[in-house]
């Protein structure tokens, strides 16, 4: 209903009455059931419009689509190799007892990304006859997953990839995991003695790690432990940008960034080295813009700066021999191909022929050797590798359908709520929501003065939901929607309640309001009839999403399907096209319904890492799958925390806890509080639970 640039909006030739009047009734007979499959109906619901409505054609290509069955299908491989049905991928991983919710990554789509990394800047280094090489890392913190790195290096052995280090532990994993000849150790990172010593020492080992000096301090320090060691470091310098970056992470560079020198800072490093007769360890300059970076004009212009200081150096003296561009490779969450925040308005080849051509430039004018090109691409490596998948537990909606005709007898406020929803119409529906909003007001504070009674203040309140219900199906028909009916849609939207912690496994949507793909992975062949926000199983207001990609804006709602009951299941009455009785947006009565899954996708980056014990919902269970000529194979099952595990985490002994338990329950048995029975049962629900998953289990 908004738009991301401004423009002047105008009203668009209404709908006739009777026109407008015939599309709502349709919708309100549809809202709340799964409508009949009509393949004969011109506009029967397709796969195409699945495609269309979630967005997965532009953030999910080469590796997500949908198939004929209307599953979500996964290309590990791309458009090179086969693909795997999602939804029968969940339910085979269920069968061996990996309960939901579940981190599926894809180490084939890890692989991928590092072969179309390279394969771009080889392109680029071609088409510029660039006269050297590039040699790309990963940053540890972006995902720092035993299983995850060790793969990642295996995948990066026939590029000379390398790790980037930002801590002491993320140092002392790639010390010990990165063993291929040639591939560059980037030291980023607060630095103190040991952890300088030990990259120093790398080089023994046969590594190349480079120290890069981010703290004017850190310049003494190296130079200390070269001399007491005996070992000559190659050091780099992160340079402070002035060249800005965009959206979130944009302070990262500029004068006020939290890491990196100054110009002025970095002329005094090169004075204190050449003192010391080190000059020619410094070898690599390093910048970083930001991550995420939308727009590839702040691509240019950074390393535009950035090699201008390159040639500056060597012209001092210093051994230049690498140029380091950071992170900041965007990744496209929305799929719209912009310069939104959650998007980016360049492809991977777009980035390296940037880089590449500025470099070279600036080399050839001042005919020095250009540097192998280092980047540090994390998010846009990570990100597409791993699918988050949780189930709908239950939903809860607003009163809907068609209201009782009311009596003569029925208070005033009623009866005036009643007339308002017989004449809404296309020509007044605006109006007629002042008026609903009012008489509801009306009855609210009538009833605080004792003049409308309880059963007469829930009719008042239904009968204004059911007013919003039918003006929302008219606004929908609307090329513009008034200002003060903007927010109707995300007042009228069920909640669908997800097992999931926010906090724990997308907590950058939390913190951040960042945007990740997310859609149901079935049933896309039926149109979603409902307009939903998701709720976690946290005890926190905050545990929701309620914003979702979209070409135009940021969606406040997520189109999903009716929950579907299970034969012989007590049905709902919603969709029943007769009044319904819950109060707004609590849960309902839930019937026992079919499994229906929903998936995160592109949340590969930085959110498993992250993620807290908010509420005590620990780690997820996830599995590795690889492509097999044959179908998939599992190479890694990774579960879950246990109960027992997450609160060993905030010190609780599990043996002391069912020790005071079992003391409880002696203490009732002797008071006659509870029967043997009763205490057994209690006991074994207790012991069994500290060896189960967080999450609820179907």
Same mark, same amino acid.
């Given at each position: ?299 240019? %212009? ?69 540097? %192998? ?155 979603? %009839? ?169």
């Amino acid at each position: 209903m908004g738009a991301r640039s401004t423009a002047a909006k105008a009203n668009s030739d209404m709908e006739s009455v009777e026109s407008a009047e015939q599309a709502v009734k349709a919708k309100l007979q549809a809202t709340n059931g799964s409508k009949a499959n009509s393949s004969q109906s011109p506009n029967a619901w397709s796969i195409e419009k699945s495609e269309e409505l979630y967005r997965i054609t532009g953030w999910g290509e080469p590796y997500f689509s949908i198939n004929a069955a209307g599953h979500v299908t996964v290309s590990p491989e791309g458009d090179r190799g086969g693909s795997l049905d999602l939804f029968d991928l969940v339910n085979a991983l269920k069968q061996r007892n990996l309960g939901l919710p579940l981190l599926i990554r894809f180490s084939d789509i890890l692989q991928d990304r590092i072969e179309r990394l390279n394969a771009a800047f080889a392109k680029a280094i071609a088409r510029y006859n660039y006269p050297g090489v590039y040699r790309g890392v990963f940053p540890v913190k972006c995902n720092q997953q035993r299983h995850l790195v060790e793969a990642l290096v295996g995948f990066g052995k026939p590029h000379q990839f390398g790790l980037e280090a930002g801590s002491k532990p993320e140092l002392m994993i790639a010390l010990a995991t990165l063993k291929t000849p040639g591939a560059l150790l980037i030291c980023n990172g607060y630095k103190d003695r040991e952890y300088i010593e030990m990259a120093i020492l790398a080089q023994q080992l046969g590594q190349t790690p480079i120290i890069v000096l981010e703290q004017v301090e850190e310049v003494s320090l190296v130079i200390e432990a070269g001399r007491k060691l005996g070992i000559r470091p190659i050091l780099g310098v992160r340079a402070k940008l002035s060249s800005k970056g965009v959206g979130r992470w944009g302070t990262s560079a500029g004068d006020r960034a939290k890491f990196g020198l100054t110009v002025p800072e970095i002329l005094s490093t090169v004075e204190q080295l050449r003192a010391a007769n080190m000059l020619d360890s410094l070898q690599l300059l390093h910048y970083h813009i930001g991550s995420q970076i939308s727009s590839i004009a702040v691509v240019k %212009t950074a390393i535009q700066e950035a090699s201008q200081i390159y040639v500056e150096l060597a012209k001092l003296g210093a051994a230049m021999k690498y140029l380091d561009v950071g992170g900041g490779l965007g990744v496209d969450y929305d799929g719209s191909k912009t310069n939104f925040y959650a998007s980016k308005n360049y492809n991977v080849q777009n980035y390296a022929n940037d880089v590449i051509a500025e470099v070279k430039e600036a080399c050839d004018e001042r005919k020095l050797p250009v540097p %192998t090109l280092v980047s540090e691409s994390g998010r846009a490596i990570a990100s597409h590798q791993s699918v988050l998948v949780f189930d709908v537990l239950s939903t809860s909606e607003v009163p809907s359908g068609v209201p009782e005709p009311v009596q003569e007898t029925e208070h005033l406020i009623v009866r005036n709520l009643y007339e308002t929803y017989e004449s809404i119409t296309v020509e007044n529906y605006q109006e007629a929501y002042h008026d609903a909003t009012q008489f509801k007001e009306e009855a609210i504070s009538l009833f605080n003065f004792g003049y409308v009674s309880l059963p007469e203040r829930a009719r008042a309140e239904r009968l204004y939901w059911v007013c919003c219900e039918k003006i929302l199906a008219i606004a929908r028909q609307q090329e513009y929607v008034p200002d003060d009916l903007e927010d109707l849609e995300k007042i009228m939207a069920s909640i669908y309640y997800i097992n999931l912690s926010v906090f724990q496994s997308a907590p950058d949507s939390w913190a951040i309001d960042q945007l990740f793909p997310i859609m149901p992975i079935h049933r896309l062949d039926e149109e979603p %009839t409902k307009r939903a926000t998701l709720a976690d199983l946290t005890c926190d207001s905050d545990g929701n999403i309620d914003q979702f990609i979209d070409l135009k804006d940021v969606k406040p709602v997520l189109e999903l399907h009716p929950l579907i009951a299970e034969k012989g299941s007590r049905e709902s009455a919603v969709g029943s096209g007769k009044e319904s009785y819950p109060t707004p947006h609590s849960p309902l009565p839930t019937p026992s319904h079919k499994p229906y899954y929903l998936a995160m996708f592109l949340g590969g980056a930085y959110q498993e890492i992250m993620g807290n014990l908010h509420n005590l919902f620990g780690d997820t269970n996830a599995v590795h799958i690889h492509l097999t000529p044959k179908g998939y194979e599992i190479e890694h099952v990774v579960k879950g925390d246990t109960m027992t595990e997450v609160l060993g985490y905030v010190q609780y002994d599990s043996e002391d806890l069912i020790e005071s338990i079992r003391q409880q329950t002696e203490l009732a048995l002797q008071e006659k509080r509870i029967t043997l029975q009763e205490s057994q049962l209690l006991l074994q629900n207790y012991e069994r639970s500290l060896s189960r998953y967080t999450y609820l289990s179907a």
